[in-house]
């Protein structure tokens, strides 16, 4: 059974670069033809969609946060990770990695992050 | 960029009852389409896939329909785990999108 963590700062200031990373247990990152994702949902909201990091190596991201955003992969330590720059309060969210595939798609349990002075 | 509207935002309705949830693209994703139902304080699950294929372990009372710009998930008798904020979301052109999401809470 794969299960996802995100980890990383809680608190980031407005400015800044918001990073965190999601750590793959229970199954390679570098097998099998997966959607290595991260989604963000702003307290109260719905879900956006940040973008994710295919298992060829290919990325695509939300247009509207594209110029904003990098996501990368360390096979060596099994994670992903999400590089979100220049953050204001709007990036205030509970950021969720996935794996998603074909049919289905394991979930990490979300981690708030508040961009905040 | 392709724009998911769902209607109605809330949905209020009783045990047993039939829910229909609409999704309408902006332009056509063919069936690229899935539903996620997610409850308070969890993250999303993903119940159908490519317009009308239920995920494993999902419950058949759940079964979606459409293709091209318009989407309905149907939960045939809502059980009271049923409750909770269904997102439709689509896959076309390697770029994702969700739709702002619909409601459904007990009358």
């Known amino acids: 059974q794969v299960q996802l963590q995100e980890s990383g700062p809680g608190l980031v200031k407005p400015s800044q670069t918001l990073s965190l990373t999601c750590t793959v247990s229970g199954g390679s990152i570098s097998s099998g033809d997966y959607y290595w994702s991260w989604i963000r949902q702003p307290p109260g909201k719905g879900l956006e969609w940040i973008g994710y990091i295919y298992y060829s190596g290919s990325t695509y991201y939300n247009p509207s946060l594209k110029s904003r955003v990098t996501i990368s992969v360390d096979t060596s330590k099994n994670q992903f990770s999400l590089k979100l720059s220049s953050v204001t309060a709007a990036d205030t969210a509970v950021y969720y990695c996935?794996?998603?595939?074909?049919?289905?798609?394991?979930w990490g349990q979300g981690t708030l992050v508040t961009v905040s002075s | 960029e392709i724009v998911l509207t769902q209607s109605p935002a809330t949905l209020s309705l009783s045990p047993g009852e039939r829910a229909t949830l609409s999704c309408r693209a902006s332009?056509?994703?063919?069936?690229?389409l899935a539903w996620y139902q997610q409850k308070p304080g969890q993250a999303p699950r993903l119940l159908i896939y490519?317009?009308?294929n239920r995920a494993t372990g999902i419950p058949a009372r759940f079964s979606g329909s459409g293709s091209g710009t318009d989407f309905t998930l149907t939960i045939s008798s809502l059980e009271p785990e049923d409750f909770a904020v269904y997102y439709c979301?689509?896959?076309?052109?390697?770029?994702?999108?969700f739709g702002p999401g619909t409601k459904v809470d007990i009358k």
């Open positions: 490519d317009a009308s």
């Open positions: 332009q056509s994703v063919s069936s690229y």
């Open positions: 979301q689509q896959r076309s052109n390697w770029l994702f999108t």
């Open positions: 996935a794996r998603e595939y074909y049919g289905g798609g394991d």
